[in-house]
């Protein structure tokens, strides 16, 4: 089982960011997926899910109406689309194998957002 994340980045307050997640090792269409990150000092905050077939979303709180969780099963491939980021998004983002996924849950290494003016 292999996840991996990419498209974060540093960008400024209200700047937008694109992270993919690559998957393989899996059939990516038999399973939902999330959405996790952590920032410094912090525990992990699950952020977004998405079911396998796609109809069901997920989205915290604190990011609803700013993030979109998507897939493209046929690329075995799940993103996140971050629009109006605020400071408080900084974290290190992690893509995990499970809608609402637990401490066990397979996931990536992880890709760096930063938001700062």
């Known amino acids: 089982v292999q996840l991996v994340e990419s498209g974060g980045g540093q960008v400024q307050p209200g700047g937008s960011l694109r992270l993919s997640c690559t998957t393989s090792?899996?059939?990516?269409?038999?399973?939902?997926m999330s959405w996790v990150r952590q920032a410094p000092g912090k525990g992990p905050e699950w952020v977004s899910g998405?079911?396998?077939?796609?109809?069901?979303?997920y989205y915290a709180d604190s990011v609803k109406g700013r993030f979109t969780v998507s897939r493209v099963n046929a690329k075995n491939t799940l993103y996140l689309q971050m629009n109006n980021l605020k400071p408080e998004d900084t974290a290190l983002y992690y893509c995990?194998?499970?809608?609402?996924?637990?401490?066990?849950?397979?996931r990536g290494q992880g890709t760096q957002v930063t938001v700062s003016s």
């Open positions: 995990a194998r499970a809608f609402s996924p637990t401490s066990t849950t397979p």
């Open positions: 090792g899996f059939t990516f269409s038999n399973y939902g």
């Open positions: 998405i079911r396998a077939a796609g109809g069901i979303t």
